[in-house]
């Protein structure tokens, strides 16, 4: 009588602890699959920059480099243009800067022309790094 009983009183609470400790190791080898979020800070900048002039600035910059960008890789300069287009488009879609409060743009079109602005600004900087052994002293280094 000093030792553990041979016998269970509850053979349902010892499989439920049992399923329970199974249930325990099977979430620590498996874990949920992490949420996709938005990165935070483009989404507080999302709110405070004018989306049509920050997309005008940045054609016009290209616009600058275009031309030895299409002798350095014509395909990445053409995909950056094509990107740009579909850029227009969305900025086009979410109607006249001066007039369309940042609070009327719906969550899914403001994820929607983050993912467009990620898209272009990343092929626009590895047509960069193309550039950047030009310099600005025109010879490659």
Known sequence: MFGLPIAFAAPAVLAALLGLTALYFFLRVTPPRPRQELFPPLRL???????????????????????LAQ???????????DQFAALDTQVAALGPPTST?????????????SHQLDATASTLAR????????????APS
């Open 101 to 113: 409060p940042d609070a009327s743009v719906t969550p899914t079109a403001r994820i929607a022309l």
């Open 127 to 138: 047509l960069s790094a193309r550039l950047t052994p030009f310099g600005t002293a025109g």
């Open 71 to 81: 002798l350095v890789d014509p395909s990445l300069t053409a995909t950056v243009s």
């Open 45 to 67: 900048l999302l709110g405070l920059v004018d989306v049509a002039a920050t997309e005008s600035a940045a054609r016009q910059s290209f616009a600058a480099i275009q031309p």
